[in-house]
């Protein structure tokens, strides 16, 4: 009886637990990268009010933006139009997956407080209407700013709980914008946990 009880208990226990099972890594050096339109923008706008072009295209070439050199982290440091750039992580989901936690793992180099720049989520959803497939975003509450997360070193972490309701063709996206003085980011990685 003792037994059995015991093993009642156990099978309740492991069902009724919100302790989630599975958990994948996307390396943000893979997923992640800078806003094409947003930065053919900006370069146009800067080398337009430069005079010297040479030392205009210099310094577009030679600026802190994509995969670092291991290539798994994405490393963001624009030397100009800083405010008006962002990057774009696009991880893919199915409809496997429900609710699951979002986790963002980051490196802050020399940012101000109180500076605004940070991330902001949406869910992106293909959908055939009959007529042919069409791409929609959904903006999903939450986000941050880099500067508020609490600092170990420069690491940061953030979280949040997402729900994908088991949605097909869709796609979590990650927004993100930098400081617009000074400061780099590295984001290390995005983590589903399931």
């Known amino acids: 009886m003792l037994k059995k009880t015991l093993a009642i208990t156990t099978i309740s226990l492991i069902f009724s637990s919100n302790v989630f ?4 890594t996307y390396p943000a050096g ?16 800067f080398i337009t009010s430069n005079s010297n072009f040479d030392n205009a295209m210099k310094r577009v070439v030679t600026e802190q933006v994509g995969a670092d050199i291991q290539g798994y ?6 030397s100009f139009e800083r405010s008006s750039r962002e990057f774009v992580c696009n991880i893919p989901l199915n409809d496997d997956v429900g609710k699951f936690k979002l986790n963002l793992h980051a490196e802050l180099n020399n940012m101000k407080p109180g500076r ?3 991330c902001s989520f949406a869910k992106i959803r293909r959908v055939n209407d009959g007529a042919g497939w069409k791409v929609f975003s959904y903006g999903l509450s939450g986000g941050f700013t880099w500067t508020d997360l609490t600092q170990n070193g420069g690491f ?3 979280s949040q709980y ?12 990650v927004k993100c914008r930098t400081t617009s003085d000074q400061g780099s980011i590295l984001l290390h990685h995005i983590e589903l946990e399931y």
Do not use: M, W
């Not at 099972?21 to 994948?24: G, L, Q, R």
């Not at 893979?30 to 706008?45: D, G, H, P, W």
């Not at 997402?162 to 996206?173: F, M």
């Open 21 to 24: 099972a599975k958990v994948d």
């Open 30 to 45: 893979s997923f992640c990268k800078e806003s094409i339109l947003k930065k053919n923008t900006a370069v146009n706008k």
């Open 73 to 78: 982290g994405f490393l963001y440091n624009p």
């Open 116 to 118: 605004p720049g940070g």
């Open 156 to 158: 940061v972490h953030y």
């Open 162 to 173: 997402i729900d994908n309701k088991y949605e097909r063709s869709t796609s979590l996206q």
